[in-house]
Antibody
C-alpha cells in the first residue's frame, strides 16, 4: 500500500524558516517524480514544486522561487521542502504527492497533509 | 499560466446524473485530470488524461473532453459523492488547478 506521511509543520513567524518532510513507503520511491501541493484555509489547491525521480531536475511556482527548495533522499525514501523567508500567504496545508509513472504529471497518491501557519 | 475555470457549486438529487465542467484558458490537449476532495481529507485522483478512470474508482465516474473544454460526469450520484471536485492541467508549467466545484445534494 502506497503511503505518504508528512511532518514538520507548525506555527512560524514571518521571515523565518521551516522544513517539511514526507516519508514514503509501499513503492519504489526512486522510480517516481514527486511534488508538494498546498491548500490555503478554505481555498483551492495550488502546485508548489516538483522534483524528478533522481533529484536532478526541480520546478517551482514563481511565488516560491528563490525561497523554497524541494529535495529528496532516495536512500531514505523521503521528500523534503525547505521553506525560507516565509510569508503570511504561505499559510496552508502542504500535501506531499506522487506523480504518475507515465510522466503525464498528474498526482496519483497524496499524503494526509501538514499545516503550516505563518504569523507573528 | 493556464487558468482553469469551474462553476463554484452544483446541486443535484441523489440518483441523478451530474456534469461538472472545466474550461481551460488555452488548449491543454488531453492533459486534464480530476480529483475529489471530501471535507477534511486529502484529494483523491478520479480521472487522468481527460477520460481514463483511475483504478479502484467506481464506474459511475467518467470524464471527457480535449483542448479547452472538459467534463466530469457522475451517474448516478450517491450520497458519498458529496465533495469538492478539482480539475488540474499538466500540459505546461506551472501545473494549475481549477478553483473547485462543490457538489451538494438537493
Amino acid at each position: 500500500e502506497v503511503q505518504l506521511v508528512e511532518s514538520g509543520g507548525g506555527l512560524v513567524q514571518p521571515g523565518r524558516s521551516l522544513k517539511l518532510s514526507c516519508a514514503a513507503s509501499g513503492f519504489t520511491f526512486s522510480d517516481y517524480n514527486m511534488a508538494w501541493v498546498r491548500q490555503a484555509p478554505k481555498k483551492g489547491l495550488e502546485w508548489v514544486a516538483t522534483i524528478s525521480y533522481d533529484g536532478s531536475s526541480t520546478y517551482y511556482r514563481d511565488s516560491v522561487k528563490g525561497r523554497f527548495t524541494i529535495s529528496r533522499d532516495n536512500a531514505k525514501s523521503t521528500l523534503y521542502l525547505q521553506m525560507d523567508s516565509l510569508r503570511s500567504e504561505d499559510t496552508a496545508t502542504y500535501y506531499c504527492a506522487r506523480h504518475d509513472a507515465t510522466v503525464v504529471y498528474y498526482f496519483d497518491y497524496w499524503g494526509q497533509g501538514v499545516m503550516v501557519t505563518v504569523s507573528s | 499560466d493556464t487558468v482553469l475555470t469551474q462553476s463554484p457549486a452544483l446541486a443535484v438529487s441523489l440518483g441523478q446524473r451530474v456534469t461538472i465542467s472545466c474550461r481551460a484558458s488555452k488548449s491543454v490537449s488531453t492533459y486534464m485530470h480530476w480529483y475529489q476532495q471530501k471535507s477534511g481529507q486529502q484529494p483523491k485522483l478520479l480521472i487522468y488524461s481527460a477520460s481514463n478512470l483511475e483504478s479502484g474508482v467506481p464506474s459511475r465516474f467518467s470524464g471527457s473532453g480535449s483542448g479547452t473544454d472538459f467534463t466530469l460526469t457522475i451517474d448516478p450520484v450517491e450520497a458519498d459523492d458529496i465533495a469538492n471536485y478539482y480539475c488540474q492541467q499538466s500540459n505546461e508549467l506551472p501545473f494549475t488547478f481549477g478553483s473547485g466545484t462543490k457538489l451538494e445534494i438537493k
